[in-house]
């Protein structure tokens, strides 16, 4: 069984992975000051809660957008379990050709994603993920990762557009009933839910085009539920992608 863990700006995901099959997943905030002892006893409290043995480990991966986390998490999962975690980076195998304009830029998640999409789905893939950015990034049909686009993250957008403006409050994430709403919270929510929605379909849309062919595509991150149904093209849901993906990555390099 490998622990395999995605960190994220907003939160981090502790994976249990056992012969391919994801045993348990844990959720919890990233703190870029906890100490690694601090982020020890939070894998050991998720280990006790699900009954997990820390010593049924014989490996670990980390994919991380936030290397000052990823400097305190290794010694913690080192100490924790007793083995040396790989740490996901554009010089690994991960049955992906990287031709961007430089690959060592790609962060550890946009890897991991198109990884998981290549071993689930296979290539060519389109891979959007809805967390603090949403990102919509392309594995081709010669399985080569050639990058794609990052804009704010729903959750982002609405704290900018609350904290900016003296009108419009703080909102839930949910649709309105009508893309043409007739409130302020509804207009937001239309904007934000629908808008983004919108704006996925137009990118798969010049996505193919500039390929000159059609994609799979597949989302995840914490929103896609809510966004996804919204969109007109066909996309598969999978929140544990990036799961998928470390335990791809971890196979070709371990």
């Known amino acids: 069984m490998i622990l395999a863990?995605?960190?994220?700006?907003?939160?981090?995901?502790?994976?249990?992975i056992d012969e391919g099959k994801i045993v348990t997943t844990a959720r919890t905030r990233t703190d870029t000051g906890a100490?690694?002892?601090?982020?020890?006893?939070?894998?050991?409290?998720?280990?006790?809660l699900f009954g997990i043995d820390a010593k049924a480990f014989d490996g670990a991966i980390i994919s991380s957008v936030a290397p000052q986390v990823t400097e305190v998490l290794v010694p913690a999962v080192e100490k924790l379990i007793g083995v040396s975690p790989l740490v996901v980076d554009s010089k690994m195998n991960t049955g992906m050709k990287i031709?961007?304009?430089?690959p060592s830029s790609v962060a550890g998640d946009l890897l991991t994603g198109g990884?998981?999409?290549l071993a689930c789905y296979g290539a060519?893939?389109?891979?959007?993920?809805?967390?603090?950015a949403t990102t919509v990034t392309v594995v081709n049909k010669n399985s080569e990762f050639i990058g794609g686009a990052i804009a704010p993250g729903v959750r982002?957008?609405?704290?900018?557009?609350?904290?900016?403006?003296?009108?419009?409050?703080?909102?839930?994430?949910?649709?309105?009933e009508k893309a043409i709403s007739a409130n302020t919270v509804d207009?937001?929510?239309?904007?934000?839910v629908i808008g983004t929605a919108c704006m996925i379909d137009g990118m798969i849309d010049r996505f193919n085009k500039e390929l000159g062919y059609e994609?799979?595509?597949?989302?995840?991150?914490?929103?896609?539920?809510?966004?996804?149904?919204?969109?007109?093209?066909d996309i598969i849901c999978d929140e544990n992608l990036l799961m998928s993906g470390l335990w791809a990555i971890y196979q070709k390099n371990k």
């Not at 863990?5 to 249990?16: A, M, P």
């Not at 031709?99 to 430089?102: M, V």
């Not at 957008?157 to 309105?176: C, D, R």
């Not at 207009?187 to 934000?192: D, K, T, V, W």
């Open 215 to 233: 994609c799979k595509v597949v989302a995840t991150g914490g929103l896609a539920p809510t966004i996804i149904q919204y969109c007109s093209h």
């Open 187 to 192: 207009c937001m929510r239309s904007g934000l």
């Open 115 to 117: 990884a998981g999409a």
């Open 124 to 132: 060519p893939c389109i891979v959007i993920d809805l967390g603090t």
């Open 5 to 16: 863990i995605d960190v994220g700006n907003t939160n981090i995901v502790f994976g249990c």
């Open 35 to 48: 100490t690694w002892a601090e982020y020890a006893i939070t894998m050991s409290d998720i280990f006790t």
């Open 99 to 102: 031709s961007t304009d430089d």
């Open 156 to 176: 982002l957008s609405l704290n900018a557009l609350s904290a900016g403006t003296s009108l419009l409050p703080a909102i839930s994430l949910t649709a309105p």
